[in-house]
């Protein structure tokens, strides 16, 4: 299983919740629909499971029918998610993207769309994520990024439109957005070592062991805090913890040097440390 099939397993595995964001997230799959000459959809999936829960998402949002067809290519197998027109078939055609309706929508919206054309490298090999969309759904889909505050760049392919993202900050927020916070600490640890590594490529073995040793314990910093977070849990901490688990949040990136010049006072480095590892002590208790 590839990567980003990984990330969309991820994005699927949150329930939707309201009426309003299901509708969000099925108008966002079909922007990576085709049409076809007999007014039907067709959206394409490389996995079977991505597939079927996206029909049942559509399924529940607009009214017609959803089926999956198999196709083999050579010796690959695809998932057609294939709907006859309807509702869905005026969304699609009418050029823009829904109204929104409470503050998750737009997240669900560009949830639909990775979803259904979206894909992204693994951020220890290169930072690129992309969308491949028709001519039609490019400026929908480039419109409600801009006003997400996350503009992409385009490109003309064979066939079709790539919109994509090469900078690692911008992939970050974008999985930030719509809720892949798994895959967004991917790149922010991948990041942390890129970094290191570049800045301290000609140290001794010996350096680069304390740096090693620094990305693992930032690492272990972050998923504590990433925890305690996710389990609701940040503000049943003390001040201090929680200015500090904030703060961790708040920079991912900085040192263990420049996280602590950040606290109110300013802390040691001895200090912080120490409160990592009172964070990393809470965490394994959940």
């Not at 079909?30 to 049942?56: H, M, N, P, V």
């Not at 529940?60 to 709907?83: P, Q």
């Not at 500090?244 to 949040?249: D, G, I, M, V």
Request: net charge positive; hydrophobic share 40%.
């Amino acid at each position: 299983m590839s990567y980003a099939s990984d990330v969309k397993d991820e994005l699927l595995e949150q329930p939707i919740k309201s009426a309003c964001c299901r509708r969000q997230c099925a108008a966002g799959l079909l922007l990576g629909a085709f049409e076809k000459e007999s007014g039907r959809l067709s959206i394409r999936f490389s996995a079977q499971d991505t597939a079927l829960k996206c029909r049942d998402i559509l399924a529940r949002a607009f009214r017609g029918s959803a089926e999956i067809r198999e196709k083999r290519y050579g010796k690959n197998l695809f998932w057609d998610l294939v709907t006859d027109g309807g509702e869905a078939l005026q969304i699609y055609r009418s050029g823009e993207a829904p109204r929104v309706s409470c503050p998750n929508c737009r997240m669900n919206y560009l949830k639909g769309a990775f979803l259904a054309c979206g894909t992204v490298n693994r951020p220890d090999q290169s930072s690129h994520l992309e969308f491949r969309v028709s001519e039609q759904a490019a400026p929908v889909l480039e419109k409600a990024l801009d006003e997400s505050g996350l503009p992409i760049s385009r490109i003309q392919r064979e066939g079709h439109i790539g919109l994509y993202y090469k900078s690692n900050q911008k992939i970050q927020d974008f999985l930030g957005l719509v809720g892949a916070s798994r895959a967004e600490f991917d790149h922010i640890n991948a990041k942390i070592v890129r970094s290191l590594i570049r800045e301290d490529h000609q140290t001794t073995n010996f350096e680069f062991a304390n740096i090693r040793k620094s990305v693992i314990a930032a690492q272990a910093s972050l998923r504590a805090v990433e925890r305690i977070r996710q389990a609701g849990l940040i503000g049943s901490l003390g001040a201090d913890l929680r200015q500090t688990a904030e703060l961790r949040l708040a920079h991912p990136d900085a040192t263990l040097k420049e996280l602590a010049a950040q606290h109110c006072p300013p802390l040691s480095v001895s200090g912080l440390s120490h409160r990592l590892k009172s964070l990393r002590e809470f965490a394994e208790k959940l």
